[in-house]
Structures are given as structure tokens and as C-alpha cells.
């Protein structure tokens, strides 16, 4: 550790805002671009509310977290705890969130019998998508990056012992990834690229990485950040044409690769910048950073409804549709805010407590010092 370094935190609390600013982006997103997703202010409003690509920094960011405590600050990682502290983190809110998607859609026949077809006798293929592992977002659209988040989730012990080893190998592990991405889920990446800023944490945050070259041309890498986590936007805009999609389908690169390297240097700039650091610690960031997840799964299920009954709405405000689009959205908002609360302390909050306590019981497994 560089002698300027200050001993690291045991919680980075600004991490929690930069998280929940991306959930508000995917709300943007999906509001602004459900219905109305051909108009020009509609993808120029993109660039700013880009809630597609922000998973990119959902995925970097969850690399870097869940790697910090055990590459950055030491800890001992056991295997099967990391696993079981996992999946109740993600899964419990998620089988929730499904469940609330069947029974809006049976709203008009809600009873018991409906309610044992549906999910006993498996008529929605509520099993397939509760499953988790695999992508099956019949009820949930939104379902497919956690499916990502979890299962390379249960990578991430693996790649914390070769960053424990050697950081250098995450670096090689990174290149051997992206060469063999055509075989590979590519969010790996992004992953790695998370564990990789953990591995450099002590070289990013202390003083003397002003002086790198990094640092001297870090207005440069910020507008080149913006543009590769911008570039589906601008394609949407002014497509790129068959030359770029062939060459991008021949080594199987899409959007998400260059937002997630665009992400990694947001990242690495949130981490170096203190007065970044103290924007992000504003209490109202932090209290959507605690109910980022919430904010992401409740989303999906509101602005659906709204939209699936868009028309309807629009005959309310006797079709003054920019009146609609406006107040339709502050109780989107509002909605989606209260929702989030609701599962971040009734259901997340008590799952994760359970967690620990089964954690704390259970005997050790494979620990990875």
C-alpha cells in the first residue's frame, strides 16, 4: 500500500449512489422510450437517460463491490457463505417481482384455482422463470440481467482467489475473455473489469496517480467513456452501417462491451475524485442507492401497466398527450419510489439479516485467504 494511502473504508457509501443513479436511468429510459421510443427528443433525451447501457454499470459495479471487501480490505472469503449471502440477496425480491407480474396479468380471473394453474400446474411457466439461472423472461422482461448478475456471480470466488494470487492474472483472465467471448457469456467482462479496479484500488485513490499519464490525459478518457457508453444511442440516431455490424458480428462485440469499458472509467473516475465522492454522499443519492434493486424491479412492472393502458389514460386528459406524458410520470415516480421502499425493508433487508444468520452458523467450507 502507498505510504499517501489512508487506510481504505470498510464501506465505500458513494458506491450506493452512483448504483441508484443508474436504477433512475433505467426508469428514465423505459418511460420516456416505451411509447415514444421513434421520436428524436425521445433518443436524444437517450444520451443522458441511457437506462440500456447503465446495466453495464450495474455489472462493473457489482465486480468492484463484491470483490473490495476480499481483495482491497483482506478478508477471508468462504465459498459457500459468499454463495448462500447471494442468492438471498438477489433471489427472494426477484420470486416477489415475478409472482406480482402473473397475478397482474390474471387480475381479471384472480382465484384459487387460476392462482394452482398458473403456478402448481405451471401454465405461465412460472418455474422456468423463477428459476433464475436461465434467461426466461416470459412474465418479468426485465429478468435477464439478474439472471446475469447471479449466475456470474458465482464466479466471482474463483476470479477473487486468482486476483489473490497474482492482480496480474485478472489482467491476462480480461484478455482471454474478451478472445473467447464468442463461447462466452460477454458480461464477463464487465465483471472483471470490476475486480480489476478492486485489484488497483490503492494505485487509483492515492494522491500520486495525479501524476500518471492516466490522470494527465483524463478529460480525453471521460469524453471517450461517454461516447463508447453512448455509441447505441448514437447508432439509433445515425446508424453505422453493414461495415460496422459485420465487423462487430465477427468478433461477437455488441453495445454492452464498449458501455461496459465506458463504465470501468466512470468507475475508476468515482473512485479517484473526492468532490465526486461528496456529490454522490448527498442523502437523497444515498436513500435511492439503498433502493436501487427495489427501483429496478418495481419499474418494470408499473410502467408496463401504464403504458398497457396508455390509450385509456390519454382519454382522461382528453388527449393532451404532453400533459398525460408529465403527470403520468411523477406518479410513475412516485410509485416506483414507494414500491421499492416496501420491498427494500420488508422483504431485501430481512432476507440479507437471514442470511448473515445462517452464514454465522454454518461451519466453514473452502476459504480462500
Same mark, same amino acid.
Request: charged share 15%; proline share 2%; net charge positive.
Given at each position: 500500500m502507498p505510504?499517501?494511502?489512508?487506510?481504505?473504508?470498510?464501506?465505500?457509501s458513494y458506491l450506493d449512489?452512483?448504483?441508484?443513479?443508474?436504477?433512475?436511468?433505467?426508469l428514465f429510459y423505459h418511460f420516456i422510450t416505451w411509447h415514444?421510443?421513434?421520436l428524436i427528443s425521445a433518443k436524444l433525451a437517450s444520451f443522458i437517460f441511457n437506462g440500456r447501457d447503465a446495466v453495464s454499470f450495474f455489472f462493473v459495479l457489482s465486480g468492484f463491490v463484491l470483490s473490495y471487501k476480499y481483495i482491497v480490505l483482506k478478508k477471508p472469503l468462504d465459498v459457500k457463505k459468499f454463495f448462500i449471502n447471494r442468492f438471498l440477496r438477489l433471489f427472494p425480491a426477484f420470486f416477489v417481482t415475478v409472482l406480482g407480474c402473473i397475478l397482474y396479468r390474471q387480475m381479471a380471473i384472480l382465484h384459487f384455482h387460476n392462482l394452482a394453474r398458473l403456478s402448481i400446474f405451471n401454465r405461465s411457466e412460472f418455474w422456468e422463470e423463477i428459476y433464475?439461472?436461465?434467461?426466461?423472461?416470459?412474465n418479468y422482461g426485465a429478468g435477464w440481467t439478474l439472471v446475469i448478475e447471479l449466475t456470474i456471480s458465482f464466479f466471482m470466488p474463483f476470479i477473487i482467489a486468482i486476483a489473490k494470487v497474482n492482480r496480474k492474472l485478472v489482467s491476462w483472465?480480461?484478455?482471454?475473455?474478451?478472445?473467447?467471448?464468442?463461447v462466452m457469456n460477454d458480461f464477463f467482462v464487465h465483471f472483471i473489469l470490476g475486480i480489476l479496479a478492486s485489484c488497483y484500488f490503492f494505485e487509483i485513490t492515492d494522491r500520486s496517480f495525479r501524476e500518471t499519464k492516466w490522470y494527465k490525459y483524463r478529460v480525453p478518457l471521460v469524453?471517450?467513456?461517454?461516447?463508447?457508453f453512448s455509441l447505441r444511442v448514437i447508432d439509433n440516431i445515425i446508424p453505422f452501417g453493414n461495415t460496422y455490424n459485420y465487423i462487430a458480428s465477427y468478433f461477437t462485440i455488441n453495445f454492452f $462491451?464498449?458501455?461496459? %469499458?465506458g463504465s470501468f472509467i466512470f468507475l475508476v473516475v468515482i473512485l479517484q475524485n473526492k468532490k465526486i465522492q461528496n456529490i454522490l454522499n448527498h442523502s437523497i443519492l444515498r $436513500?435511492?442507492?439503498? %433502493?436501487?434493486?427495489?427501483?429496478?424491479?418495481?419499474?418494470w412492472i408499473v410502467v408496463t401497466v401504464i403504458f398497457e393502458q396508455w390509450d385509456e389514460i390519454l382519454k382522461v386528459f382528453h388527449d393532451r398527450a404532453k400533459l398525460a406524458f408529465l403527470l403520468t410520470f411523477i406518479a410513475y415516480f412516485i410509485t416506483t419510489t414507494l414500491l421499492a421502499t416496501l420491498v427494500h425493508y420488508t422483504i431485501e433487508l430481512p432476507f440479507i439479516r437471514f442470511g448473515k444468520k445462517i452464514t454465522s452458523r454454518i461451519k466453514p467450507s473452502i476459504v480462500i485467504e
Amino acid at each position: 500500500m502507498p505510504d499517501t494511502q489512508q487506510l481504505p473504508k470498510h464501506y465505500l457509501s458513494y458506491l450506493d449512489s452512483a448504483r441508484g443513479i443508474a436504477a433512475l436511468m433505467v426508469l428514465f429510459y423505459h418511460f420516456i422510450t416505451w411509447h415514444y421510443d421513434y421520436l428524436i427528443s425521445a433518443k436524444l433525451a437517450s444520451f443522458i437517460f441511457n437506462g440500456r447501457d447503465a446495466v453495464s454499470f450495474f455489472f462493473v459495479l457489482s465486480g468492484f463491490v463484491l470483490s473490495y471487501k476480499y481483495i482491497v480490505l483482506k478478508k477471508p472469503l468462504d465459498v459457500k457463505k459468499f454463495f448462500i449471502n447471494r442468492f438471498l440477496r438477489l433471489f427472494p425480491a426477484f420470486f416477489v417481482t415475478v409472482l406480482g407480474c402473473i397475478l397482474y396479468r390474471q387480475m381479471a380471473i384472480l382465484h384459487f384455482h387460476n392462482l394452482a394453474r398458473l403456478s402448481i400446474f405451471n401454465r405461465s411457466e412460472f418455474w422456468e422463470e423463477i428459476y433464475l439461472f436461465k434467461a426466461h423472461t416470459r412474465n418479468y422482461g426485465a429478468g435477464w440481467t439478474l439472471v446475469i448478475e447471479l449466475t456470474i456471480s458465482f464466479f466471482m470466488p474463483f476470479i477473487i482467489a486468482i486476483a489473490k494470487v497474482n492482480r496480474k492474472l485478472v489482467s491476462w483472465l480480461l484478455i482471454t475473455v474478451v478472445l473467447i467471448m464468442a463461447v462466452m457469456n460477454d458480461f464477463f467482462v464487465h465483471f472483471i473489469l470490476g475486480i480489476l479496479a478492486s485489484c488497483y484500488f490503492f494505485e487509483i485513490t492515492d494522491r500520486s496517480f495525479r501524476e500518471t499519464k492516466w490522470y494527465k490525459y483524463r478529460v480525453p478518457l471521460v469524453i471517450m467513456a461517454f461516447i463508447f457508453f453512448s455509441l447505441r444511442v448514437i447508432d439509433n440516431i445515425i446508424p453505422f452501417g453493414n461495415t460496422y455490424n459485420y465487423i462487430a458480428s465477427y468478433f461477437t462485440i455488441n453495445f454492452f $462491451f464498449f458501455s461496459g %469499458i465506458g463504465s470501468f472509467i466512470f468507475l475508476v473516475v468515482i473512485l479517484q475524485n473526492k468532490k465526486i465522492q461528496n456529490i454522490l454522499n448527498h442523502s437523497i443519492l444515498r $436513500f435511492y442507492g439503498k %433502493i436501487s434493486y427495489g427501483i429496478y424491479l418495481m419499474h418494470w412492472i408499473v410502467v408496463t401497466v401504464i403504458f398497457e393502458q396508455w390509450d385509456e389514460i390519454l382519454k382522461v386528459f382528453h388527449d393532451r398527450a404532453k400533459l398525460a406524458f408529465l403527470l403520468t410520470f411523477i406518479a410513475y415516480f412516485i410509485t416506483t419510489t414507494l414500491l421499492a421502499t416496501l420491498v427494500h425493508y420488508t422483504i431485501e433487508l430481512p432476507f440479507i439479516r437471514f442470511g448473515k444468520k445462517i452464514t454465522s452458523r454454518i461451519k466453514p467450507s473452502i476459504v480462500i485467504e
